[in-house]
C-alpha cells in the first residue's frame, strides 16, 4: 500500500488512526527563525513562493524540527489570481495588494483560463517535497475557496468584514458569478496538477465563510467548492480534499458530501462541531492558535478538549487557524508532544 504508515491519509480515508496525526495551518512561517533567514534571502513575498529551492526548504524547516504528519506546499491562496494575469503583491508589513477586478470589464482583462505555466515552480516544489519528504509524511497542497480568493481580487486587499465581494453579489450577481465560474474552472486544474505533481491530499481554504449569510453560504461557498471537488475527482477519482471553511460554524456540514476531511475553526466548541459531522467523517482542528500562544493551562485544557471532542471518529489534529508569528517555538514542541503521545 502506498499510502502505508501515512497517519493523515489513514485518517481522510475515514479510518482510524493508532494516534491522532498532527500538522498546523501556516506551519512554515516567521515564528520560525530559520523561516525568517530564508524570507530575507529571497526578497519579496512571491519571490519565495515562486523559488523552488527556498519554498521546498522552507516547508521543510517544520517537519525537521517538530516532526509534524503533514507537510503543507508553501504558497499562498494568491498565486490563482496572479496566474489569471492580475497584478499582486505583498506590501511589506501591510500584507497583500492587487489591482482590484469589479467589473465584466476588469474580469475581461484577466486570462480566460488559469495561465499553469506561470505556476510551474510550484508543481517543481511539489515534486522535489515528494523525493524528499519521510516515508510517513504526507505532502498536502492546497488552493484558496472561489469565494476567499474572489473577496481579494474584487477589494485589492484584506477587508475586516468582505464587505466588498458582499456588496457586489447583491448589486451585480452576475458578475460575481462570472468571477466565481473562472475561479472554480482555474482551481479544477491548478489542484489537479498540484496532485500529479504528488500532492497525496488538498486542502480548500474558505477562510471567509464566517462573512456569509447562511442563505447566502449555498451560493456563493458550498457550491462553488462542491464544483471544485467533482471537477479534481472527474480527473482523479481518489483524490483526498479537506474543507476548511472558517466562520461555518453550525453549516458546517453541508460541506460533508464532497470532502474527506472537515476542518474545524477555534470559534466551534469540538463536542458540538462532532455531533454536526457526520459519523466516519474525518475531522481537522481545532485549537485556539492564542492558546498555543499563551501556553500553559490554556494549551493543556485546549488540547484535551480537541482530543475528547473528537475521539470517536477518525481526527487530524490541527489549530483552527494559522499559526500567528508570536507564537512561542517551545509551546508548539510542547503541543506535538502532548498530541502525539495521546491514546486514541
Ligand atoms: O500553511 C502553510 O504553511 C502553507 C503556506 C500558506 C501561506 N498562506 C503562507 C503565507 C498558506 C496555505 C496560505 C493560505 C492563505 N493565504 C490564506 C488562507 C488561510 C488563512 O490564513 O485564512 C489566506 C487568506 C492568504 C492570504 C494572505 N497571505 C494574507 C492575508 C497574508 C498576510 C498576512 C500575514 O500573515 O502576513 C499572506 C502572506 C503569507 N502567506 C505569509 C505566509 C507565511 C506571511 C508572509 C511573510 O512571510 O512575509
Redesign the pocket.
Known amino acids: 500500500m502506498a499510502d502505508q504508515g501515512k497517519l493523515v491519509l489513514e485518517a481522510l480515508a475515514g479510518r482510524r488512526t493508532t494516534r491522532t496525526p498532527i500538522w498546523?495551518?501556516?506551519?512554515?512561517?516567521?515564528y520560525l527563525p530559520e523561516?525568517r533567514a530564508v524570507?530575507a534571502k529571497a526578497g519579496s513575498?512571491l519571490d519565495?513562493?515562486y523559488n523552488p529551492d527556498f519554498a521546498t526548504e522552507v516547508?521543510l524547516q517544520?517537519i525537521r524540527r517538530f516532526g509534524f504528519d503533514a507537510a503543507?506546499?508553501?504558497?499562498?491562496?494568491?498565486v490563482v489570481p496572479h496566474a489569471f494575469g492580475q497584478n499582486v503583491w505583498?506590501a511589506?508589513g501591510e500584507?497583500?495588494r492587487l489591482d482590484p477586478v469589479t467589473d465584466r470589464e476588469g474580469l475581461g482583462r484577466l486570462a480566460g483560463a488559469i495561465d499553469l505555466e506561470r505556476l510551474a515552480p510550484v508543481f517543481e516544489t511539489l515534486k522535489r517535497l515528494k523525493a524528499e519528504l519521510p516515508a510517513d509524511v504526507t505532502l498536502l497542497g492546497?488552493c484558496?475557496a472561489p469565494f476567499?480568493v474572489a473577496s481579494?481580487m474584487v477589494a485589492g486587499k484584506?477587508t475586516p468584514d468582505q464587505a466588498p465581494i458582499r456588496l457586489l453579489a447583491y448589486r451585480d450577481p452576475d458578475f460575481v458569478t462570472a468571477l466565481i465560474d473562472r475561479l472554480v474552472k482555474g482551481s479544477i486544474a491548478y489542484l489537479c496538477r498540484q496532485i500529479e505533481a504528488g500532492a497525496e491530499a488538498v486542502?480548500i481554504?474558505e477562510?471567509?465563510a464566517g462573512a456569509l449569510a447562511p442563505s447566502l453560504l449555498p451560493r456563493w461557498s458550498v457550491e462553488p467548492i462542491r464544483r471544485i471537488a467533482e471537477g479534481v475527482r472527474a480527473r482523479h477519482p481518489d483524490a483526498r480534499i479537506i474543507v476548511?471553511a472558517?466562520g461555518a460554524g453550525a453549516h458546517m456540514a453541508a460541506y460533508a458530501p464532497f470532502a474527506d476531511a472537515l476542518g474545524v475553526d477555534w470559534a466551534s466548541d469540538p463536542a458540538e462541531a462532532d455531533a454536526l459531522i457526520p459519523a466516519g467523517l474525518a475531522a481537522q482542528g481545532n485549537l485556539d492558535p492564542l492558546a498555543l500562544i499563551a501556553g500553559g493551562e490554556a494549551l493543556e485544557t485546549g488540547i484535551d478538549a480537541a482530543l475528547a471532542g473528537f475521539r470517536n471518529r477518525p481526527h487530524i489534529f490541527n489549530l483552527g487557524?494559522?499559526i500567528r508569528?508570536e507564537t512561542p517555538i517551545a509551546h508548539v514542541e510542547r503541543l506535538v508532544e502532548r498530541v502525539k503521545g495521546a491514546r486514541r
Request: include cysteine; aromatic fraction near 24%.
Open positions: 498546523l495551518m501556516r506551519q512554515a512561517g516567521r523561516y524570507r513575498f519565495l513562493c516547508t517544520p503543507i506546499l508553501f504558497s499562498d491562496i494568491l505583498f511589506e500584507g497583500p492546497f484558496g476567499t481579494y484584506g486542502q481554504f477562510s471567509f476548511f472558517k487557524h494559522g508569528p
